[in-house]
């Protein structure tokens, strides 16, 4: 396994787009987390998944946010209607559980036009 | 919400001398996290210090915690240009989700 992996790196959309990424995890962890990083910024929770089970939704998650794991494996984070204020890099990260290390893919960098 | 707050926000250094950057938060914790990133790239993982652990190493990384005071630091012996980086601290809040600070920009000046 070759570690967290994301796709795509890059997305242009225009404004008004959905835009759909994806996150696979390293194989046997458990834990999946989504994070939002503007530039100069740290990584802001986004949200949580232990396998299956979606256990935390931050309040910067609106209704146009959804993110889905089916069968506890990749995870995939839909933003509805974008606006420019969603350009950010989004980040994935797995862990095994909790109290252990997580481990971050590449980002995938959204710009609104 | 940002637990983590780093200090100082930049630091620059000449290559050779050590770093060290500072990480205050607010809640108990499980444990605590060092990660670094490089500009527009993914964060990497660096140490993690559990809370009945008071120092770690790992090569030239020295990370102490202080749950009494709720700090940490990270210290980077022997500074390299390759060390440039933004370093930020994460803490398990509430053993749930990592929650990052806004982090310490690091230039190594040759």
């Known amino acids: 396994d070759t570690g967290v992996s994301q796709n795509p790196r890059h997305k242009i959309t225009k404004r008004g787009q959905n835009v759909t990424f994806r996150c696979d995890p390293i194989s046997e962890h458990n834990r999946l987390y989504w994070y939002r990083q503007t530039l100069g910024q740290g990584p802001e929770f986004l949200t949580y998944?232990?396998?299956?089970?979606?256990?935390?939704k931050s309040r910067l998650l609106s209704d146009r946010f959804s993110a889905e794991r089916p069968k506890g494996s990749f995870s995939t984070l839909e933003i509805q209607r974008t606006e420019q204020g969603d350009s950010a890099m989004y980040l994935c990260?797995?862990?095994?559980?909790?109290?252990?290390?997580?481990?971050f893919g590449q980002g995938t960098r959204l710009t609104v036009v | 919400s940002q637990q983590g707050e780093e200090d100082p926000q930049a630091l620059s250094i000449q290559e050779g001398e050590n770093a060290t950057m500072n990480c205050s938060y607010k809640t108990s914790i499980n444990n605590l996290q060092w990660y670094r990133q490089n500009s527009g790239r993914g964060l990497v993982h660096l140490i993690l210090i559990r809370s009945n652990e008071r120092e770690k190493h790992s090569g030239r990384l020295r990370v102490t915690l202080d749950t009494s005071k709720k700090s940490s630091s990270l210290l980077i012996t022997a500074s390299r240009a390759a060390d440039t980086a933004s370093y930020f601290c994460?803490?398990?809040?509430?053993?749930?989700?990592?929650?990052f600070g806004q982090g310490t920009r690091l230039t190594i000046n040759p």
């Open positions: 998944f232990q396998n299956e089970a979606q256990l935390e």
């Open positions: 990260a797995s862990s095994l559980w909790t109290n252990t290390e997580a481990f």
């Open positions: 994460a803490t398990d809040e509430g053993a749930q989700k990592l929650v």
